[in-house]
């Protein structure tokens, strides 16, 4: 069973630096040091843990993803 997506708000600072809430760092199991790729679409960002990926996708399975994830959540433009 895939729990349920995590919601939650955060702003990005003056140093351009963004806070993952707690419940979802605690949720993926990211400490200090975890390495993210960023992904940005026309207007959404997503990250994907590089631990995550390294070995098992191909970048091209990344954008894939990240597109299906925008237009489910219907984040593109339109």
Do not use: C, H, Y
Not at 3 to 13: E, L, Q, R
Not at 18 to 43: F, H, N, S
């Amino acid at each position: 069973m895939t729990d349920a997506p995590i919601i939650d708000v955060t702003k990005v600072s003056d140093k351009g630096q963004v806070v993952i809430p707690k419940e979802v760092r605690d949720r993926l199991q990211m400490g200090p040091g975890t390495k993210l790729i960023v992904v940005a679409t026309d207007d959404a960002v997503i990250l994907q843990r590089i631990e995550t990926v390294a070995g098992k996708m191909r970048m091209r399975d990344i954008m894939d993803i990240a597109r299906n994830i925008s237009e489910k959540f219907k984040l593109g433009k339109g």
